[in-house]
């Protein structure tokens, strides 16, 4: 039997071929770049200098970054590593590693019953954006989807996944502008229950910044989910074109809630895909998805490997 929370999984093809089209702009960009420095017949003081300058520029963060280049150039020292291609091909299996460290884990136990989807994440990083594309690509694949629209501070977000629902044929639970987000939750998984749904993507208000005590709703929030869930994963969106702020951004909320897995959102707009390296180094949480452009499909499944591909080939 086919375990229903894997049924939301695109195909290995269909997943690597996203991940190329949407790292397009880091591929020509910096990891370009980092690739062409190996191209050359010898590796100097001056290419070391350049790929940490490169690795920085990309959003690996400083300390990964020192970390990588002190280990490639023992390896060079210690005549493991030859040749400059050598070097580039072991590059990229340290990056791989890195995002191995932190495998995503699925929601346990898994199988029957409901799963809740927990979205959060601050204003303008996509979020609304992300909870479609999720919920669309989940129903694609066989899952029982609905959304919650725990968002009531903000109408327009409502309206948003209103749309977007009726155009992915997946059912909003919404409540009136300003009410209860923990009661919509409460509401959204009766629903989910009395049409026997798999899941339960809900979309939370993203104030970080207000007097409003988000991190408290958060916590009520998930407070309600546990009495009905069997199974029940966090995720932050964030938005890869921000850099290293992001990084501030998700400490602040793994504060309120215990992060399950990141979703890195616009990736096709920026050349610094190193910021999933960091993310997942410095905040030990797994990437869930990348998000690739505006369409509800662009959007796919992390993977390590096929990420590090994308970012070189
Ligand atoms: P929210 O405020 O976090 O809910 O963000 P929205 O989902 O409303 O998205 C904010 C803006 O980012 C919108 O203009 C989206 O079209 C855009 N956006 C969202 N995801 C992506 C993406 O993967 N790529 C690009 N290029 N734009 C995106």
Partial sequence: MVL??????????????KIHEGLERSRRGLFGQMASLFDREEITDETW?????LLIAADVGVETTFALVQGLQERVDSGELRRPSEVREALKQDLVFILEQVPHREPQPDGEGLGVMLVVGVNGVGKTTTIAKIANLMKQNGVNVLVGAADTFRAAAIDQ?????????????????????????HDALAAGVSRSADLVIVDTAGRLHTKYNLMEELKKIQRVSARTAKRHENLLVLDATTGQNGLAQARKFAEAVPLDGVVLAKMDGTSKGGIAFA???ELRVPIRYITTGEKITDIADFDPRAFVEALWR
């Fill in 4 to 17: 229903k929370f894997f049924r939301g999984r695109q195909s290995p093809e269909e997943r690597d071929e």
């Fill in 49 to 53: 200098e350049q790929l940490e300058e």
């Fill in 161 to 185: 996944l209103e749309v977007w629902g009726q155009r992915a044929g997946v059912p909003v639970i919404s409540g009136a502008p300003n009410s209860d987000p923990a009661a919509v939750v």
């Fill in 279 to 281: 993310v997942v180094r």
